[in-house]
Nanobody, 121 residues
């Protein structure tokens, strides 16, 4: 079964950090750009960041620029999202998915379960 599995979420205080992981199962990530998306309660899902196949190009939503860093390790078949200086407004369920980096939008395929990130004191 082809799927992406998100992990690494949790409860963190404002100003704290988390690193999310997106692991592929049943296929290799080498051939796909991968994006991180998030959905906060009562809001639409939005693009957060994206990384190209080679890892040489990245894209970020304005709201996370300078705080979040996306990276990939194709040998481990995993994409990461390092989140620093977290704010309460970063609270959301975070998902990874094949993506179109130029538009920071999701590509074909189904969504996984996501991982919950809660930023609160």
């Amino acid at each position: 079964q082809l799927q992406l599995v998100e992990s690494g979420g949790g409860l963190v205080q404002p100003g704290g950090s988390l690193r999310l992981s997106c692991a592929a199962s049943g296929f290799t990530l080498d051939y796909y750009a991968i994006g991180w998306f998030r959905q906060a309660p009562g809001k639409e899902r939005e693009g957060v960041s994206c990384i190209s196949i080679s890892g040489g190009r990245t894209n970020y939503a304005d709201s996370v620029k300078g705080r979040f860093t996306i990276s990939r390790d194709n040998a481990k078949n995993t994409v990461y999202l390092q989140m620093n200086s977290l704010k309460p407004e970063d609270t959301a369920i975070y998902y990874c998915k094949r993506a179109l980096c130029s538009s920071l939008s999701p590509a074909f395929g189904s969504w996984g379960r996501g991982t919950q990130v809660t930023v609160s004191s």
